[in-house]
């Protein structure tokens, strides 16, 4: 089908987790890999430039948003995505289908794709959820056809089919472009997940029939957190002549539930083929899922993060899974002279003190955005280079051991 090659160049002996090359017309991607999500053609404060120097291999656009501004049109008139935002890279655009769910049901159940659980809570409770969020309208509607948007701008409505969302992708020009789906919450019900699972697998067939060019077409593993669901989603996909798969929709009420959803997943899905976990990259999670044949993460959290002031710490200097790997640049940090990681060696910690970007927080400085930015995507590429350096040696245990502890 698409112009996508994937090779397993190493596999660890102990576990899923497995090094590979993915090469797509836009270059060539060392897996396993992160994602950087530049959801409107950009990634927040960073400079495409900046991006490669933080060792960014591939970047993920969000087909909905572009849709709405400026329009496929205008990025076809420019010659595509990567013209367009000068990112010479690969890319990938998602389908439009996880905006289904966060403007549908995350809005009127107020969750993400997976319930956090805490160690005060003995088990969610839907009644006292719903109680404390109160119910918003939803801006996105399921039908067969396909997701009925409401505008979060302009409230105009917009139809997006399984065709719509292929004839955008292919106008954006991404290397690799994804099947519309709908991306179930993780309050709905076995019988409701049941249905929508076999609606995205009508749209996945729409989706592939739809296709022209020779961008690479990924099929979406849907199913929740219900093993059968995810067997039979498995076992259609693989059947499918994707050139790659991505995991998506709810995957459950805690990691538990995620870790479990993937050994389902990733036992049935061929080996030769890239898998990518959709919005995920935690460093708990990046270690818990390579370990079960994850080779491709997307997630927002590393620049939503340095936006808030919070920047990541490598275990050398004090990160640790309890920390989550970070600290708050906060007034404590006002009079520190040191990097924000001394066993750092992004740009901004070879060349600016915490004062100094503290100070540029504090007083709504953008340039404080672009520095805590370029930190967390050098801290979470240098991590990824590390797995796939461990990977290759036969020490992917031992690296997890000094991340994530005994």
């Not at 396993?32 to 656009?61: E, M, W, Y």
């Not at 501004?69 to 998602?94: I, K």
């Not at 302009?154 to 954006?172: G, N």
Request: aromatic content about 8%; overall charge neutral.
């Amino acid at each position: 089908m698409g112009a996508l090659q994937f090779t397993i160049t190493h596999k660890d002996p102990k576990s899923l987790a497995r090094a590979g090359v993915l090469t797509v017309p836009h270059g060539v991607v060392e897996t396993p890999a992160f994602i950087v999500v530049g959801t409107r053609a950009s990634v927040k404060a960073v400079d495409p430039r900046d991006l490669k120097a933080t060792g960014t291999q591939i970047a993920l656009a969000n087909t909905y948003h572009l849709m709405l501004r400026p329009g496929a049109e205008a990025v076809a008139e420019q010659e595509g995505l990567h013209n367009f935002m000068q990112w010479d890279g690969p890319m990938v655009t998602d389908s439009g289908g996880f905006q289904a769910f966060s403007l549908g049901f995350a809005i009127e159940h107020g969750v993400g794709k997976m319930l956090k659980m805490f160690p005060d809570e003995g088990k969610h409770d839907r009644d006292t959820k719903k109680q404390a969020t109160p119910p918003r309208p939803k801006l996105a509607k399921i039908t067969s056809d396909g997701i009925l948007f409401h505008s979060h701008l302009d409230a105009s409505k917009h139809m997006l089919t399984p065709e719509r969302s292929i004839d955008i992708q292919e106008k954006l020009g991404a290397d690799i472009i994804l099947v519309l789906d709908e991306c179930t919450s993780p309050l709905a019900t076995y019988e409701y997940t049941r249905d929508s699972l076999e609606l995205s697998h009508r749209w996945a067939e729409r989706s592939f029939a739809a296709h022209k060019t020779d961008q690479a077409l990924a099929g979406i593993v849907q199913g929740g957190a219900y093993k059968d669901l995810r067997d039979h989603a498995a076992k259609w996909n693989a059947a499918m002549p994707f050139d790659s798969f991505a995991i998506g929709g709810s995957l459950g009420k805690s990691k538990d539930d995620m870790w479990r959803i993937l050994e389902w997943t990733n036992v049935i899905l061929p080996e030769n083929k890239p898998r990518h976990l959709l919005g995920i990259g935690g460093v708990d999670d990046v270690f818990g899922a390579v370990e079960r044949g994850i080779d491709l993460f997307d997630c927002i959290s590393p620049t939503r993060l340095a936006r808030m002031g919070m920047v990541h710490l490598r275990p050398e200097s004090g990160g640790t899974r309890a920390n989550k790997w970070r600290f708050h640049l906060n007034g404590s940090t006002k009079a520190e002279k040191g990097p924000i990681d001394p066993a750092c060696g992004c740009s901004t910690c070879t060349r600016f003190s915490r004062a100094y970007v503290h100070h540029l927080l504090r007083t709504g400085e953008l340039l404080g955005y672009t520095l805590t930015s370029i930190h967390n995507l050098y801290f979470t590429n240098k991590l990824f280079e590390e797995i796939r350096a461990a990977i290759k040696t036969g020490t992917f245990e031992s690296l997890k051991e000094k991340w994530m502890g005994k």
